[in-house]
């Protein structure tokens, strides 16, 4: 069995926070991320959104980096990683192939910062992720054909050492940056049914069993859909 959340702060920055109270704006993460393959721990597919930190190791600048480093891992294990295009609202997926049944992927694509994203495996791995934040990183949440943005959905890197330790924690916060009420929803999406769980922050939704304020993992990424841009920076400890 995978240890999910299995999360190590580098001994420095846990000293400077724990010791003093102070806010380390550089703390660096070390994280054992398991990665679920069919069947493992009841995952439907494989598939999973991940979050790397804002600054990740210098040699991950692409999906083939990324591909590449799980695969050092547990070799034959990845594949595929892939990254949400809010221009058309689907999948941008790459294989670490030369074809694709999806038209327009298995492009190579740059791995951005603050942006989450969605690993399929073959095996379970557990990936040790290595990083730092970047305190002063802007996440942009655009809103319906704000920046071409089809919905107002996007994928969200949630930062390891975020203040905001729940869904309902996380739209208050997105909406004292933006206009007030900016937040549509937050989902995540549940690895057993590749179904998105999804928190508006009202009382009822037209999904049964979805609205519960679920809590936020470091290592995970989750949907965001605004109905206003917010210049978000997320705050942290």
Same mark, same amino acid.
């Given at each position: 069995m995978n240890k999910r959340g299995s999360m190590v702060l580098t001994v420095g920055a846990v000293a400077l926070v724990v010791a003093s109270g102070l806010f380390a704006s550089n703390m +660096?993460?070390?994280l054992n991320l398991g990665l679920d393959s069919p069947g493992a721990n009841g995952s439907a597919t494989g598939q999973q959104d991940i979050a790397? @930190? &804002?600054n990740q190791q210098t040699s991950l600048v692409t999906a083939s980096d990324l591909r590449s480093d799980v695969n050092l891992t547990t070799p034959g294990s990845f594949a595929s990683v892939a990254r949400f295009v809010r221009q058309t609202d689907a999948l941008e997926v790459y294989t670490g192939g030369t074809t694709f049944p999806v038209p327009g992927s298995n492009v190579?694509?740059?791995l951005t910062p603050g942006e989450g994203l969605r690993l399929k495996?073959?095996?379970?791995? #557990? &990936?040790?992720v290595v990083g730092s934040h970047d305190p002063g990183l802007v996440v942009n949440? #655009?809103? @319906?054909?704000s920046s071409g943005s089809a919905s107002g959905q996007q994928f969200f890197a949630y930062p390891y050492h975020s203040t905001a330790a729940?869904?309902?924690?996380?739209? #208050?916060?997105?909406n004292a940056q933006g206009n007030g009420n900016a937040v549509v929803s937050i989902a995540r999406l549940l690895r057993t049914t590749d179904a998105l769980e999804v928190y508006t +922050?009202?009382?009822t939704f037209p999904v049964p069993g979805s609205n519960v304020s679920f809590a936020l993992t470091p290592g995970s990424s989750y949907v965001i859909k605004v109905q206003s841009d917010v210049a978000y920076? @997320?705050?942290h400890y």
């Open positions: +660096g993460f070390k790397l @930190p &804002y190579n694509f740059n495996v073959a095996q379970p791995v #557990n &990936y040790i949440l #655009n809103s @319906p054909g729940t869904a309902s924690d996380l739209r #208050n916060e997105i +922050g009202g009382t920076v @997320p705050s």
